[in-house]
């Protein structure tokens, strides 16, 4: 893969670490970076090779949002409804990727993420970001609607309906440690820090078995939006069931009684 690529994937054992790679332009979606970030999503729900995904941006900043100087913003702004849809459609299918695949994805978060990228960041499973991350949903800011991309269902059930009203109406910033305290980030740490602390997290999912973290993210995503307490305990228990005929399961049960760690297979 060339450097001037927009989308750069490092390969580190079972996870991958993925960049998005438009410095120059603060990382802002075009259409070579959509395509490639929606491609990539959406090929990762059959994959087994990859346990996790790590998402973070080169330069000073983790996304800026649509490229408003791009293709892509003047065909939605230009071209007709049809071709409008057609762009609205490549941008929010990256977020229904994200959510859909099995992989657990950990955004690494510095500077500038706004408008969908902060929706990006949204729709990974874990946030760390620095103390200079600066968030926003700044749609409304240019004449559109504050709810974009995924955003009006993610940002209420991560911190609440009343303080994602506050943002998603105003597009206004949201500073890294307001998002701790909402418990929108997992960790707030030292530009220097951010991979280390992504590795600890990481070290903590690959000691699991696979098959059991690609089904605990999708019964966490099953039981955000179950209807009842009981749908969302009839997903654990098929789960549970399904896992517990796995040999994983034995190898953690004797390892626990053996007093060891256990000794999971890795894909």
Same mark, same amino acid.
């Given at each position: 893969?060339?450097?001037?690529?927009?989308?750069?994937?490092?390969?580190?054992?079972?996870?991958?670490?993925?960049?998005?790679?438009?410095?120059?332009?603060?990382?802002?979606?075009?259409?070579?970076?959509?395509?490639?970030?929606?491609?990539?999503?959406?090929?990762?729900?059959?994959?087994?090779?990859?346990?996790?995904?790590?998402?973070?941006?080169?330069?000073?900043?983790?996304?800026?949002? @649509?490229? #408003?100087? &791009? *293709?892509?913003?003047?065909?939605? =702004?230009?071209?007709?409804? $049809? /071709? +409008?849809?057609?762009?609205?459609?490549?941008?929010?299918?990256?977020?229904?990727?994200?959510?859909?695949?099995?992989?657990?994805?950990?955004?690494?978060?510095?500077?500038?993420?706004?408008?969908?990228?902060?929706?990006?960041?949204?729709?990974?499973?874990?946030?760390?970001?620095?103390?200079?991350?600066?968030?926003?949903?700044?749609?409304?800011?240019?004449?559109?609607?504050?709810?974009?991309?995924?955003?009006?269902?993610?940002?209420?059930?991560?911190?609440?309906?009343?303080?994602?009203?506050?943002?998603?109406?105003?597009?206004?910033?949201?500073?890294?440690?307001?998002?701790?305290? @909402?418990? #929108?980030? &997992? *960790?707030?740490?030292?530009?220097? =820090?951010?991979?280390?602390? $992504? /590795? +600890?997290?990481?070290?903590?999912?690959?000691?699991?078995?696979?098959?059991?973290?690609?089904?605990?993210?999708?019964?966490?995503?099953?039981?955000?939006?179950?209807?009842?307490?009981?749908?969302?305990?009839?997903?654990?228990?098929?789960?549970?069931?399904?896992?517990?005929?796995?040999?994983?399961?034995?190898?953690?049960?004797?390892?626990?009684?053996?007093?060891?760690?256990?000794?999971?297979?890795?894909?």
């Amino acid at each position: 893969m060339t450097t001037d690529a927009p989308l750069l994937i490092e390969r580190r054992g079972d996870v991958e670490w993925v960049t998005l790679n438009r410095p120059g332009r603060l990382n802002a979606l075009d259409d070579r970076l959509t395509a490639e970030l929606r491609d990539y999503f959406e090929r990762l729900y059959r994959r087994r090779d990859c346990r996790i995904v790590v998402l973070r941006g080169a330069g000073r900043a983790f996304c800026a949002g @649509l490229d #408003l100087a &791009s *293709d892509q913003a003047r065909r939605f =702004a230009e071209g007709g409804l $049809a /071709e +409008a849809m057609d762009v609205q459609r490549d941008i929010r299918d990256i977020m229904l990727a994200m959510r859909r695949c099995p992989q657990p994805i950990l955004a690494l978060m510095h500077g500038a993420a706004a408008g969908g990228g902060f929706v990006l960041a949204l729709a990974a499973d874990i946030r760390i970001a620095t103390p200079d991350t600066r968030m926003n949903a700044a749609f409304i800011k240019v004449g559109l609607g504050g709810c974009d991309v995924g955003a009006s269902y993610l940002l209420p059930r991560l911190i609440g309906a009343s303080p994602a009203a506050s943002i998603l109406f105003t597009g206004r910033d949201l500073s890294a440690d307001r998002a701790l305290t @909402l418990g #929108l980030l &997992s *960790d707030v740490v030292a530009p220097e =820090a951010l991979e280390s602390t $992504a /590795e +600890a997290y990481l070290a903590a999912m690959r000691a699991t078995a696979p098959e059991a973290l690609r089904m605990t993210k999708q019964c966490f995503n099953h039981s955000l939006d179950a209807p009842s307490f009981e749908a969302a305990l009839a997903m654990e228990d098929r789960n549970q069931l399904l896992l517990g005929n796995e040999p994983a399961f034995r190898e953690g049960r004797t390892a626990f009684l053996e007093k060891r760690a256990p000794r999971f297979d890795q894909p």
